[in-house]
């Protein structure tokens, strides 16, 4: 009898030849459940993500998907529950990207993945052209393997569980195995998820302390930049508004100075400087020096901030 497993295989057999069948989805799911895990803790360590009065947070993006998306009256539902919608999303991709690592409920979890891909798309993506650049397409599409063939046993969780139970109680009928694999996983889940809570909670406490507020000494209201001499003349320099926006103030020229909001226009991803100008990574729109749009998707320009100088200092207006 041949000793080569096959994809439905539930025994752990990390001792397969790397020749075999099992192997091939591994860099697929290391990948997606890398991915998944890294984005789930970056929107929870975020502290703009769940902040409803920020451009950068999860409710302003639902506000603007939902004027494109082909399920936006789904979308403004959720808009107006952002706290919960934005801790389903997070979570979610973290409980999905920690299944697919060790190999927990895996088909469950590219199931999760594969929802969320799809419902990144039909958002955010929705209206980028042409639709391949738009990533979580492509994320939607290489959740399917896993989904149909789970991780086959290698590095499995599930399998080892499987296999322990089955070693501890030979007698047990396959019911009773699945009912102890949930119970187990759940627990194994739910602690994780705990200890991965309480490092979140003390790191966003203190690595994110609520920023204190600078004002001018003459005014004692607007929020203090930064000197004019700290700002060289064609540079730029990022800043937090009075709301906790994120912005950046410029320097075109030695008597001028503007702000933008650091907020892409399209669907609200956050822009980062290009040369004279931002670029979006999300999907590739670019602004100018003056936040025009130099190229779309996006159409509208930046948001101004208004900004002046007092006593040698840029302030907020």
């Known amino acids: 009898m041949s000793s080569t497993p096959s994809l439905g295989e539930t025994t752990p057999r990390a001792d397969a030849p790397l020749r075999t069948p099992i192997w091939v989805l591994l860099p697929l799911r290391v990948f997606l459940g890398g991915t998944f895990l890294y984005a789930g803790l970056s929107k929870i360590l975020d502290a703009h993500y769940l902040d409803h009065t920020s451009p950068l947070g999860v409710h302003a993006q639902m506000l603007q998907a939902a004027t494109t998306s082909p399920i936006g009256p789904m979308v403004s539902f959720a808009a107006e529950h952002p706290t919960v919608t934005g801790l389903v999303v997070a979570v979610g991709e973290v409980a999905v990207g920690l299944g697919t ?3 927990l409920f895996t088909r469950i979890a590219a199931l999760g993945g594969f929802l969320l891909a799809l419902s990144f798309f039909l958002t955010v993506s929705w209206t980028t052209r042409p639709y391949y650049f738009g990533a979580d397409i492509v994320f939607a599409a290489a959740w399917t393997p896993l989904l149909v063939a789970g991780d086959a046993g290698l590095f499995s969780a599930t399998a080892r569980l499987r296999a322990a139970i089955r070693r501890r109680q030979p007698n047990s009928t396959p019911d ?18 705990a200890l991965g809570g309480g490092v979140i909670a003390l790191t966003r406490r203190t690595t994110n302390p609520k ?4 004002t001018d000494p003459e005014t004692n209201s607007q929020t203090v930049i930064a000197a004019v001499s700290a700002v060289a003349v064609g540079s730029s320099t990022s800043f ?9 103030l410029l320097r075109p ?18 822009i980062t400087p290009a040369g004279s100008g931002f670029r979006c990574p ?26 002046r100088v007092v006593d040698g200092q840029v302030t907020t207006a």
């Open 101 to 103: 690592l060790l190999g």
């Open 176 to 193: 009773d195995v699945e009912r102890r694999i949930l119970l187990w996983g759940g627990l194994i889940t739910a602690t994780a998820a």
């Open 211 to 214: 920023p204190s507020r600078q």
């Open 240 to 248: 937090t508004t009075p709301n906790g926006s994120v912005a950046y």
């Open 253 to 270: 020229s030695a008597d001028t100075f503007m702000a933008f909001l650091a907020t892409c226009t399209h669907q609200g991803c956050p």
């Open 282 to 307: 999300c999907h590739g729109s670019a602004f100018d020096g003056n936040g025009q749009v130099t190229g779309g998707p996006a159409t509208k320009p930046l948001t101004k901030v208004p900004v």
